[in-house]
């Protein structure tokens, strides 16, 4: 008979765990051991017997596995028990590597209390039986000595064991009950795991494949097993080139490679794990493929922004001194259109001086528009009605073999500038238009959706929530392919000479971008194009349009300090002020203009001065000259900044924010408005 209680062996580097473990223990009666790490439980097998050892595979220092190998390696614990557990690793290769590293079950934590207890009592019981068995061999030997004293007794314990044995042989049967549902469990697990996952033999061939394989490929279980997996997936009947079997197979360790799948259209990392037989042998291959395609256009879309962000910020960066320059040109070339001969040939070379200025000053503004480095408020703006504005004036200018399609479906609002939008609208359809020169459809369709968290993982950086979709499509020749990535960086274009600037697509990322919404494209060569495009929908109300000042251009005779660091802009400046009646002064130097209005602030009724200037820049100094004369009226102007938007201006104290390039009319109205107030 036993007196001993049984000890167990439990180790584990976190307390809570072992704490854990020692409480769910408490039910088998056993005396418990604990060690928190390889080195305190090889002393603690030194000092005790163990029943059973309960090991955590991943420990710093001595991991789990190390620790079963010293185990087995000691004549005294070689064949003790172990149960390998595990919150990290659940994957076959880790549990053969348990096994292999002598190991008789791997639990993956959280675990069920019972089936772990269940198997302790199965090994429990089993020490129990070995050490009655032992001591019938004890009893026998003494029995050797005192044979027919003891024969009675022996036969006793002989029919105990027996009855043991049936017990034994019972429990037994249990426990390969209990293997079988561990097997189902992990045959459902297997099933569960969302990546494609096949075991394969040495030769490619699939021995087993999950639930996620069948649904990727289309196929039954029953065509797929026993199919080299080249043959299914890449439907040739060899190995691809940097097939990632027979790389792990020639390196003969597990091996990850990122592989395009081109018969499913989609972008794979893939993952093969060797294991081994006792004898060290390749005995199969287990097969991991994650889909990330959708990470990869992912990072498709934010290359293509930190693009568009470069682009961006070189266009502001040249914008205030080509702005400067085209003041200049327009200015002077206006000028000179009022004093020369009309008719002249002169006066035909400068009107085309002044039409390709006023390209160039569009052009700016469209960069600066695409680059968002504009402040323009958004307003509540229904696009349904802009697009019918479009689709009207595109069916009397596009060809006739060519059908405009409305679908527009919503009536909501979106915050947006209704120029942009018809712009937006405009640019598309142009494009479309164009991609159909044998005739075709174009279609334009607006419908409400609502994106839920799981929906925007598509669509980059957008919120969820409802928007307007729009889809502007056609029937032409498509994109091809090489090009797609392309076509909304600004200048890219596939027209001729005179056809475009290459800014329209540019344009409508940079409005929808403003928008805080979305666009892509989906095109295939003579398939035609989709754009879609996604609008946040907003609960504002649309304002109604403020009537414009119309008021005729007047004379005046105030006196303007005009401060600009370009010595043309204010020798243009003071020529068109002074044509009105105005006294104008000039400084290129902010401090020395400011020392001038120091020393007479009461002679001046207006400064007009530049924002962007070295020493003192038209913000500050603007402060400075407020500080002097509280009551002075500024105007700014600035062809592009970055530190003044309308709202600031009027914070500062700023009367009127004047945009180069400017042109005469308005530099006399805004000046006539300003002293209108006084």
Same mark, same amino acid.
């Given at each position: 008979m036993l007196t001993d209680?049984? !000890?167990?062996?439990? &180790?584990?580097?976190k307390e809570a765990n072992l704490f854990s473990l020692e409480q769910i223990l408490k039910e088998t009666d056993a005396q418990i051991i604990r060690a928190q790490n390889g080195n305190q439980a090889l002393a603690a097998s030194l000092n005790h017997d163990f029943a059973l050892a309960l090991v955590d595979v991943q420990m710093p220092g001595m991991d789990g596995y190390e620790l079963a190998e010293w185990l087995r390696s000691e004549e005294k614990t070689k064949e003790l028990p172990i149960i390998f557990m595990s919150a990290v690793y659940s994957s076959d290769y880790h549990v053969f590597k348990g096994y292999d590293a002598g190991a008789v079950d791997f639990m993956v934590k959280p675990y069920n209390p019972k089936i772990l207890l269940s198997k302790i009592s199965v090994f429990l019981s089993l020490d129990r039986q070995k050490m009655l068995l032992k001591q019938s061999k004890d009893s026998l030997a003494l029995a050797n000595e005192t044979l027919e004293r003891k024969v009675g007794e022996r036969t006793q314990k002989l029919e105990t064991a027996i009855a043991d044995l049936k017990i034994e042989i019972k429990k037994r049967v249990q426990a390969e009950k209990q293997s079988l549902n561990a097997k189902k469990e992990w045959q459902e697990i297997f099933e569960a795991v969302g990546?494609?996952?096949?075991?394969?033999? !040495?030769?490619?061939?699939?021995i087993s494949a999950n639930r996620a394989v069948l649904e990727y490929t289309g196929l039954p279980l029953t065509d797929i097993t026993g199919q080299k997996c080249h043959s299914i997936f890449h439907h040739t009947d060899h190995a691809v080139n940097d097939c990632p079997v027979s790389n792990m197979m020639n390196s003969g360790q597990f091996n990850i490679t990122e592989a395009e799948i081109e018969t499913m259209g989609k972008t794979f990392i893939i993952s093969c794990t060797p294991v081994f037989d006792d004898r060290g042998n390749l005995e199969k291959i287990i097969h991991i493929a994650t889909d990330i395609t959708r990470q990869r256009q992912l990072k498709k879309e934010l290359i293509q922004a930190h693009k568009m962000e470069a682009i961006g910020s070189l266009a502001g960066g040249i914008a205030h001194d080509f702005n400067n320059i085209l003041s200049a040109v327009l200015g002077y070339a206006?000028?000179?259109l009022k004093d020369v001969e009309k008719g002249s040939q002169i006066q035909k070379d400068l009107q085309q001086i002044y039409s390709a200025g006023t390209r160039a000053r569009d052009l700016v503004k469209q960069i600066l528009n695409f680059a968002r480095q504009t402040d323009e408020e958004l307003k509540p703006v229904r696009i349904d009605i802009i697009a019918k504005e479009v689709a009207k004036f595109l069916g009397s200018t596009i060809p006739s073999t060519i059908e405009i399609i409305q679908n527009l479906n919503s009536r909501s609002l979106v915050l947006s500038n209704p120029v942009k939008i018809h712009q937006l609208i405009m640019n598309l359809c142009t494009n479309a238009a164009h991609a159909m020169n044998e005739g075709g459809e174009l279609t334009i369709s607006l419908h409400e959706v609502t994106l839920e968290w799981d929906d925007i993982k598509a669509y980059g950086k957008i919120k +969820?929530?409802?928007y307007q979709k729009m889809e502007i499509s056609d029937t032409g020749a498509g994109i091809p392919e090489e090009i797609v990535d392309s076509i909304f960086l600004p200048f890219f274009t596939t027209k001729g000479i005179h056809e475009g600037t290459g800014m329209g697509l540019a344009m409508v990322h940079s409005i929808v971008k403003e928008c805080s919404g979305h &666009?892509? &494209?989906n095109s295939q060569k003579g398939k035609g194009s989709v754009f879609t495009i996604l609008l946040p929908i907003t609960d504002a109300q649309e304002k109604t349009k403020q009537i414009i000042d119309a008021r005729p251009v007047q004379s005046g005779s105030a006196k303007i300090l005009i401060i600009d660091d370009e010595l043309s802009i204010c020798k243009l400046s003071s020529r068109l002020l002074?044509?009105?009646g105005y006294k104008a002064v000039f400084e290129t130097d902010s401090e020395k203009a400011l020392a001038l209005f120091s020393e007479r602030p009461n002679e001046f009724d207006l400064v007009i001065t530049d924002m962007t200037m070295p020493k003192i820049a038209g913000d500050v100094?603007?402060? !400075?000259?407020?500080?002097?004369? +509280?009551?002075? +009226? &500024?105007i700014i102007a600035t062809g592009y900044s970055k530190i003044l938007s309308e709202k600031k201006a009027v914070k500062l104290g700023v009367r009127a924010v004047l945009s !180069? +390039?400017?042109?005469k009319n308005n530099l006399i109205k805004i000046v006539q408005d300003v002293l209108g107030k006084e």
């Open positions: 209680r049984q !000890k167990i062996l439990i &180790v584990d580097d990546q494609m996952t096949m075991i394969l033999d !040495k030769d490619h061939t699939i206006e000028l000179a +969820p929530g409802h &666009v892509s &494209v002074q044509g009105y100094l603007t402060r !400075k000259i407020l500080a002097i004369r +509280p009551d002075m +009226p &500024v !180069k +390039p400017f042109e």
